[in-house]
């Protein structure tokens, strides 16, 4: 069983809608949450970093947490064409390496 | 904003060629990282680095793999002999004490 799983789509969204990214994962010792941007050929770029399970909100973006589902969702309102990007989930324990889920490729269409 | 810088951005190498991968971590961080993605595939853990040596690495991180710190500020990743399979973008990575981390703007390696 991989430790993270993420759809990879690819997902294709109107501008202005709410989109939903999901990932699931194994280990339950995994405490830090995070969500990464990554553009092609670019290095990934924080969005949310959430510590134990709940929810968090900056701007129109909400990362959610559920540790007894082992599920992490991330949201975004309003989407716009400048979201269109990779989406990756990461997710590590008590040590440091990080598991990452293999990203969900999203298109706002204008 | 602080960053991580990375250079070169693109390297080219034949295979078989040592190359050499350099890191600026942000400078009040303590924990160092190279991660890889090969084109279209997850990215992926290859070691971590505290205090001068290597506190985790995984199953890529073979013999072929090295890292080092040699002064204040550079962190970088030596391949010694490159492999057609080793192309990919390279990430380096830091963090002070706890995540998340902060990523570079990557190295793309390509092996011909």
């Known amino acids: 069983q991989k430790e993270v799983e993420q759809d990879p789509g690819p997902l294709s969204v109107p501008e202005g809608a709410i989109v939903s990214l999901n990932c699931t994962y194994s280990?339950?010792?995994?405490?830090?949450f995070m969500w990464y941007r990554q553009y092609s050929r670019k290095g990934p770029e924080l969005l949310m970093y959430?510590?134990?399970?709940g929810n968090k909100e900056d701007g129109r973006f909400t990362a959610q947490v559920d540790k007894s589902s082992k599920y992490i969702s991330l949201f975004i309102r309003d989407s716009q064409p400048s979201d269109s990007a990779t989406y990756l989930c990461?997710?590590?324990?008590?040590?440091?390496?990080?598991?990452f889920g293999t990203g969900t490729s999203l298109t706002v269409i204008p | 904003e602080p960053e991580v810088t990375q250079t070169p951005s693109h390297q080219v190498t034949q295979m078989g060629q040592e190359v050499i991968l350099r890191c600026v971590p942000i400078s009040n961080h303590l924990y160092f990282y190279w991660y890889r993605q090969i084109l279209g595939q997850k990215v992926e853990f290859l070691v971590s680095f505290y205090n001068n040596e290597i506190s985790e690495k995984s199953e890529i991180f073979d013999d072929q793999f090295s890292v080092e710190r040699p002064d204040g500020s550079n962190f970088t990743l030596k391949i010694r002999s490159t492999k057609l399979e080793d192309s990919a973008m390279y990430f380096c990575a830091s963090i002070p004490q706890a995540p998340p981390y902060t990523f570079g703007s990557g190295t793309r390696l390509t092996v011909v």
């Open positions: 959430t510590y134990s399970s």
């Open positions: 280990n339950s010792a995994f405490q830090y």
């Open positions: 990461a997710m590590s324990g008590a040590g440091n390496q990080f598991y």
